[in-house]
């Protein structure tokens, strides 16, 4: 295996003033690249240790609340879990609007539903502040090498000043439309992998249900009309039934619980985004919560381990009558 | 100077320009096709040479490579009285292009046997693009001598040529690459439709999550046309819905669980039902936006 390639950091033309709100696995590294862009970072943790942590690895500073650390930001960046998370860490008089001075830009990377996009940019307006929704996604790997994909929803004007200040832990930031608009996006990107890694849970327990050398099928098909990302990097894993690491299931039935909630407000049909969503829902109740989203097949009939596939096969049939 | 003797039955889609390539690549090529005018096309264009049956389209060739439409057309066109296997000489290798069930694969290898004639199932992928362009993948099941003898003659119009293991491997592979289509593709048309609904630029989402995890071949081929309701191409609802019924009853012989393949067969009949069959396959749309 090559070793990941972290990329040299990327020094800011314009240094500002940032806050970012929220350490978790994705934002304590995100912030990371931010200071080493050049920016001056103030950080604001539920969990102190992980601000003062944060703060003795980059050399920025910490403080007790949202409001304090985006006090004077230019402008202040969360990462945190849902939209309570979010709504907690926004709102009330240690708030991250309460802190923030007029004409400064909140950046959201939290994926979070369309409508609490909304609310917050509201808020936000009233105040004179600028707002956007930009979910992140590539996951842990992306946050670390600075790599992410940024999806954007909010107006033009303030999408041109956050854009190099986020850059410094992006591949790629692009505005896709108003408000909501990045939460929306990073719906369609979910949707798309629950069913790819369905089929190809489906595609690779038959295959050794069938008796087949698995790896050497995916060899041969994922060069045609069946290849997709999670067949280049998952399909290994999966026939090695490995699944601690990657995007936890826990964290994907947060995100389909938001998508089909936005899908009944906007009419949507979803008939095998919601199949998935029960079999994701169907993996927490046997404990693989925090399994990655690709141990989807492990809800799937295969071969007891050692025995040949047929010999398998068999024995299931006789079992059915 | 000739490659050797060949036949080539069934001059659909797919068939007609694979056995122009192989005529191409210098084999000497005798075709049957169940309607004759194809036949005569076939060999107005390439030289060669047609017969009124299987059986004596295949006389003294050393491999016999068959493209037709399903299982019964296979048994019609092989076990049938006239067929290939009637026709062939000791020795000759059987290759069979079409996909079929891997049943069907085990039963004609069976009955090739009996007659000193060897048998390898090659199902291809790659449309009739990959066919026109000499560029398919081809999936093979049987033994290694007689695939060593014929992977030569597949050259001509495949790309990669992989052994997959003993008769009937090459169908089971081509089941597994329909599988994960069907899969990606009806997961990109809830997510297309979806975007759609929420208002968003389809396209440029596209171009964003296509960088990601949630790319596939379906969505950098397919995603726009799908956006757009173009339909008039490709692989055909008729077709697939026909290789999943093969993938349903393997499942349900070998035990293998596949909820999400079975849901999608569904919906490919009821795009049948409503006269769509003729669409591609990425036509599953229209039972979202049109539904």
Not at chain 1, 302 to 321: M, S, T
Not at chain 2, 188 to 205: I, P, Q, S
Request: net charge positive; hydrophobic share 45%.
């Amino acid at each position: 295996m090559t070793p990941p390639t972290t990329p040299a950091p990327k020094r800011a033309a314009n240094p500002v003033k940032a806050a970012f709100i929220g350490l978790g696995v994705m934002g304590f590294p995100m912030a990371g690249h931010m200071k080493r862009a050049g920016h001056d970072v103030t950080v604001y943790n539920r969990t102190a240790a992980k601000a003062r942590a944060w703060a003795k690895m980059h050399g920025g500073a910490w403080k007790a609340t949202p409001a304090e650390a985006a006090k004077g930001a230019d402008i202040v960046c969360a990462c945190v879990g849902n939209d309570d998370d979010l709504r907690s860490v926004v709102y009330g008089a240690k708030g991250i609007l309460a802190g923030m001075k007029p004409s400064a830009i909140f950046v959201d990377h939290t994926t979070a539903s369309a409508t609490v996009a909304r609310e917050v940019e509201a808020e936000t307006k009233k105040r004179n502040l600028g707002f956007l929704d930009a979910p992140v996604s590539g996951g842990q790997a992306g946050a670390e090498n600075g790599q992410l994909t940024i999806m954007v929803g909010g107006e033009a004007a303030a999408f041109a000043k956050a854009e190099p200040v986020i850059s410094a832990y992006a591949r790629a930031v692009t505005l896709l439309g108003p408000a909501g608009s990045g939460q929306l996006a990073k719906m369609v990107n979910q949707i798309c992998i629950a069913g790819l890694v369905q089929g190809l849970s489906e595609g690779l327990a038959f295959a050794e249900m069938a008796g087949l050398d698995a790896a050497k099928v995916v060899e041969v098909i994922s060069k045609g009309a069946a290849q997709s990302w999670q067949m280049d990097n998952r399909a290994k894993t999966m026939l090695a039934d490995k699944f601690d690491f990657g995007f936890a299931v826990d964290w994907m039935r947060k995100d389909l619980g938001m998508v089909l909630d936005e899908a009944r407000r906007n009419g949507a049909l979803l008939p095998l985004t919601g199949v998935v969503n029960q079999f994701y829902a169907r993996v927490q109740s046997l404990g693989g919560g925090r399994l990655d989203t690709s141990s989807l097949i492990r809800l799937l009939a295969r071969p007891k381990a050692g025995k040949p596939a047929k010999a398998a096969a068999k024995g299931r049939r006789k079992r059915r009558r | 100077m000739s490659a050797g003797k060949a036949a080539w039955i069934g001059l659909g889609n797919m068939g007609y320009p694979m056995a122009g390539h192989l005529q191409k690549a210098g084999w000497n090529v005798t075709v049957y096709n169940r309607s004759r005018p194809k036949a005569e096309a076939w060999v107005k264009e390439h030289g060669g040479s047609k017969a009124p049956t299987p059986a004596e389209a295949a006389k003294d060739a050393d491999i016999v490579c068959v493209c037709v439409g399903n299982d019964g057309d296979l048994r019609a066109v092989i076990l049938g009285p006239n067929g290939a296997l009637a026709g062939m000489k000791k020795g000759a290798i059987l290759c069979d292009h079409t996909t079929a069930s891997a049943t069907i694969a085990r039963e004609i290898a069976q009955a090739a046997k009996s007659l000193g004639i060897a048998f390898l199932d090659a199902p291809v992928s790659g449309g009739q693009e990959g066919a026109k362009k000499g560029m398919l993948t081809i999936m093979v099941g049987g033994e290694a001598k007689a695939f060593a003898k014929a992977e030569p003659a597949m050259r001509s119009y495949g790309r990669a040529v992989t052994l997959m293991g003993p008769i009937g491997s090459g169908q089971l592979t081509k089941m597994v690459n329909q599988i994960c289509c069907v899969g990606a593709i009806q997961a990109l048309a809830e997510a297309m439709n979806f975007a759609t609904r929420a208002g968003l630029d389809g396209h440029k989402v596209v171009d964003v999550i296509a960088k990601g995890a949630a790319q596939s071949w379906q969505m950098a081929n397919r995603g726009k046309t799908m956006l757009e309701g173009k339909f008039d191409f490709g692989f055909a609802v008729d077709w697939m819905r026909k290789d999943l019924g093969i993938v349903l009853e393997e499942a349900h012989q070998n035990g293998a669980t596949v909820p999400a393949t079975a849901l999608i067969a569904d919906f490919l009949s009821r795009l049948q039902a409503r006269g769509e069959g003729r669409l591609d396959n990425t036509a599953v749309i229209r039972l979202l936006t049109h539904p």
